[in-house]
C-alpha cells in the first residue's frame, strides 16, 4: 500500500516560538521516523504528508493515499485532534485510529467521563469548572484534583494539582483558568495504585496488549503523573508490568479499560489510564486513542515492549485492525 503520514514535529513548532509545553504533546522526528522505517520493513511505500496545514495543500493539490497513518495531535480548539480525520473522511481516505467524533470527544475529559459513567463504568465524582464562581459550590468534599478539561501528556497537571482543601480550590481553579483558557476539571482525587492499558482494534475485536503499574519514584512530584513526571520518567517514574494470572486486580483493571475503549467508539489501538480509590477500587480516569508511539519511550510501545511485541509488529497490528474496517465497510456497501 502507499501510505501517507499525518504528524505534528514538535521541532517545527519550537522553530516558529511555540514552547515546550505548548508543544509537549507533539512528536519528535525520532517517532515518524521509527513509524516510517517500520511501515518500509512491511513493504509498504510511504510519504511523509505532515501537519492539517500541509495535508490541505496535498489534497488541493489533487494527492491520495490507500491508507494514512494518523499521529497529528493539531494545535487549534478543542477539537483539534479530529482536524485531519475530518478531512480525510471528506475525502474517503480511509486513515488508522478514530474517527472525528471520538478525538473530538475524548480530548474534553468531563464529556467523556459523562459518557463512561453511564455506561456503568466506574470513574470518579467530577464535575467542570468554567467560571471561577463555579469553584465554590463543588458538590463533593476534598481531597480534589485538578486538571485543564482538554490536554494530554500530563499538560497542566503538576502537584498543585492535589488539593486538599476545599478553601484552596478556587485559587488553583483560577491559576488553571487563566493559563489554560478552557474549563477545569475538579474531580475526586484518587490516593492508590495507578495503572496504563494498552488495547489494540476495534470494537468486539478489540483487546488488551498488557497493563503495566506507573510508580513515582522518591524524587519524583509526589501524588501524580504529572507533566515533570512524564518528561523525566527514566529518572523519575519506574513501570511495573503485571499480568492478571498474577493480580487479581490487574484483572479488573483491563476490564474497565476495555469496556471502556468499547462503550467510547475507539479504534486500532489507544491506552487507557486507571488509578485505585483509597479502598483499592480501580477507576476510569481518562483514555488516550491518539497514544504516543516514540519508540522505546512512549507508555503504549512501552507496554508492548514488555509483552514481548516488537515495535514493527504494533505497527503491523495497527495498520491491520485498520485494513479490516476498510474491508468490512467496502463489503458492507456491496
Known amino acids: 500500500m502507499r501510505i501517507g503520514l499525518t504528524y505534528d514535529l514538535r521541532s517545527e513548532y519550537l ?25 518500509q520493513r512491511l513493504s509498504h511505500a510511504t510519504d511523509r504528508i505532515g501537519n492539517v496545514q500541509q495535508l490541505v495543500t496535498r489534497l488541493a493539490q489533487g494527492d491520495r493515499w490507500d491508507l494514512v497513518f494518523n499521529i497529528a495531535e493539531g494545535l487549534h480548539g478543542i477539537g483539534r485532534e479530529a482536524q485531519v480525520p475530518a478531512l480525510l473522511d471528506a475525502y474517503s481516505i480511509p486513515y488508522t485510529f478514530s ?16 459518557v463512561v459513567r453511564d455506561a456503568g463504568i466506574p470513574t470518579p465524582d467530577f464535575t467542570e469548572v468554567g467560571i471561577l464562581s463555579e469553584a465554590e459550590s463543588i458538590p463533593f468534599g476534598p481531597p480534589y484534583f485538578v486538571k485543564p478539561v482538554a490536554e494530554g501528556t500530563g499538560k497542566g497537571i503538576s502537584a498543585k494539582s492535589i488539593v486538599r482543601h476545599r478553601k484552596d480550590l478556587p485559587e488553583v481553579c483560577r491559576q488553571m ?3 489554560y483558557c478552557q474549563p477545569v476539571l475538579v474531580e475526586r482525587f484518587l490516593p492508590g495504585r495507578e495503572f496504563t492499558t494498552g488495547i489494540i482494534g476495534t470494537g468486539e475485536e478489540a483487546e488488551v496488549l498488557g497493563t503495566m503499574e506507573v510508580i ?22 519506574r513501570y511495573c508490568y503485571v499480568l492478571p494470572a498474577e493480580n487479581p486486580l490487574v484483572k479488573t483493571v483491563e476490564e474497565i479499560a476495555i469496556k471502556a475503549w468499547r462503550v467510547l467508539g475507539c479504534r486500532d489501538a489507544g491506552r487507557l489510564d486507571i488509578r485505585c480509590d483509597k479502598e483499592g477500587h480501580p477507576q476510569f480516569i481518562e483514555v488516550n486513542p491518539l497514544a504516543g508511539l516514540r519508540p522505546k519511550h512512549s507508555d503504549l510501545p512501552i507496554i508492548c515492549a514488555f509483552a514481548g511485541i516488537p515495535y514493527e509488529r504494533l505497527i503491523e497490528l495497527i495498520v491491520a485492525s485498520a485494513n479490516r474496517r476498510i474491508l ?4 458492507s456497501i456491496l
Not at 468490512?328 to 463489503?331: D, I, L, V
Open 15 to 39: 522553530a516558529l516560538g511555540y514552547s515546550e509545553e505548548e508543544t509537549a504533546e507533539f512528536d519528535r522526528e525520532e517517532t515518524v521516523q521509527g513509524i516510517e522505517s517500520a511501515l
Open 99 to 114: 474517527d472525528p467524533l471520538v478525538m473530538s470527544l475524548t480530548l474534553h475529559k468531563g464529556l467523556t467521563k459523562r
Open 177 to 179: 483558568l487563566q493559563v
Open 216 to 237: 513515582l519514584l522518591s524524587s519524583a512530584e509526589p501524588g501524580a503523573y504529572t507533566y515533570h513526571n512524564k518528561e523525566n520518567y527514566k529518572d523519575l517514574v
Open 328 to 331: 468490512s465497510r467496502a463489503t
